[in-house]
């Protein structure tokens, strides 16, 4: 590009005047500005390795184009631009599940910052952001989210150098959000659970649920092929996800997600025999796995049936309190429950620890109180 005839800074070429300090150029006569066949000037530049043309129907209203085009370059796309095109990448990149829990988050960021040049957000932003988030009653796991969506998104913008620092990158979450537990299964569940075990498909779910460990999504996955009556094992290796209601199977996210569990004589004699690739949990004769809509409402019947409150995956939560109680060490329940992370198994039992804590606590108070009355 040449260089302004009075301040020397580098202005595009065959511009009328200097964008920086005003001074009109002097042009070169013998060079003159391209016109095509239908009557438009166009400069064609490249810029940044792309070629960009500029057309206008007088040579000054190019100029003027490729003026404003060099101050937007300065300036830096919006945070919406390099949000769009880090959501077009990512959805064919990560699971269905995953694209389907970031859209959300994705969408309130660009309501937030979509106008913004991405080169102008601050930590300052992001903090002022997470607090609004905090101040509306969002959870910590959920406020966590959102940061990291937005840390993935000034990621990209890094990778592809439109920005030199990641402004999420000393932003924390606080600590006084609230933090969801999943609660076990009450005893008075888990009773109707064991004497429900034959009540039709979903009496046989919810018992597979609570002595395998098996999240839903991975019990409703299991074919007969899976389950070996003589070594009285399940393996697991496959989980169900839903496109628009529609089954559809998916390996695990990690190694740790393949396991093999023992199954009980009892759960075994319970459990139908099939053909190998047909599945377990199905209503058609084993073809194909349960649909969305088919899980949700055949588990709220079997809840109203037999008078249940708990999830299926508080059964899962149960089944990490029977591995506790036989004394099953952290590292080997861990490989059990198909945690990717032990410090999620270690979460569980310091929990099942607390609980079971709390219950000793509360006999004792009674027993004392027994002994005064």
Same mark, same amino acid.
């Given at each position: ?5 009075? *301040? ?5 070429? /065959?511009?009328?005047? *200097?964008?920086? *300090?005003?001074?009109?150029?002097? &042009? ?7 016109? &095509? ?5 166009e400069q ?17 209203e ?21 949000? @769009? ?6 959805v ?20 937030? =910052?979509?106008s913004?040049?991405? $080169? ?6 992001i ?8 101040? $509306? ?7 966590? !989210?959102h940061?990291?969506?937005l $840390?993935?998104i ?6 592809n ?13 606080? &600590? ?6 999943? @609660? ?9 659970? *064991? ?12 018992v ?15 074919? =007969? ?5 003589? %070594?009285q094992?399940?393996?697991? /290796? !496959?989980a ?16 740790a997600?393949? $396991? ?16 190998? !690739?047909? =599945?377990? =949990?199905?209503?058609?004769s ?24 708990c999830?299926?995956?508080q059964?899962?939560?149960?089944? %990490? ?8 060490? @952290? ?28 219950l ?5 108070r ?8």
């Open positions: 590009m040449p260089n302004c005839k009075k *301040c020397k800074k580098e202005i595009p070429e /065959g511009s009328l005047y *200097c964008m920086f *300090c005003g001074a009109p150029q002097q &042009r070169n006569k013998k060079k003159k500005m391209y016109q &095509r066949p239908d009557g438009l000037f064609i530049k490249t810029i940044n390795g792309k070629r960009v043309a500029f057309r206008g129907k007088t040579e000054k190019v100029t003027d184009k490729m003026i404003q085009y060099q101050e937007e370059q300065e300036k830096g796309p919006l945070f919406r631009e390099v949000a @769009e095109k880090w959501w077009y990448n990512t064919e990149e990560v699971e269905y599940n995953t694209a389907k829990g970031y859209q959300t988050i994705y969408n309130y960021s660009i309501e937030r =910052f979509g913004q040049r991405i $080169r102008n957000i601050f930590p300052s932003d903090a002022a952001y997470i607090k609004h988030l905090a101040s $509306r009653g969002y959870a910590y796991k959920t406020v966590s !989210n940061l990291s969506v $840390r993935l000034f990621d990209y913008a890094i990778a150098d439109i920005i030199q620092y990641n402004p999420t990158a000393s932003i924390s979450i606080p &600590r006084r959000l609230p933090r969801s537990h999943r @609660e076990i299964a009450s005893d008075k569940d888990i009773a109707l659970i *064991c004497q429900n075990a034959e009540n039709g498909l979903f009496g046989l779910l919810g597979f649920c609570l002595y395998t460990g098996c999240r839903i999504s991975e019990a409703c996955a299991v074919r =007969f092929k899976d389950i070996d009556r003589a %070594a094992t399940l393996t697991i /290796g !496959n169900i996800y839903y496109e628009h209601n529609q089954p559809k199977l998916k390996s695990p996210k990690t190694d997600g393949y $396991r093999t569990v023992p199954l009980p004589p009892f759960l075994l004699d319970l459990i139908p025999d099939g053909k190998p !690739n047909t =599945f377990l =949990f199905s209503k058609n084993g073809k194909t796995a349960l649909t969305g809509s088919q899980v949700r409402s055949g588990w709220e019947k079997y809840q109203k049936e037999i008078g249940i409150t999830t299926a995956h059964l899962r939560h149960a089944y %990490a309190t029977l591995l506790y109680e036989a004394k099953i060490d @952290e590292k080997t329940a861990q490989k059990m429950m198909g945690h990717a992370d032990i410090s999620t198994t270690i979460k569980i039992y310091t929990h099942i620890r607390e609980s079971q804590m709390q000793s606590q509360n006999i004792f009674d027993f004392l109180s027994n002994l005064s009355a």
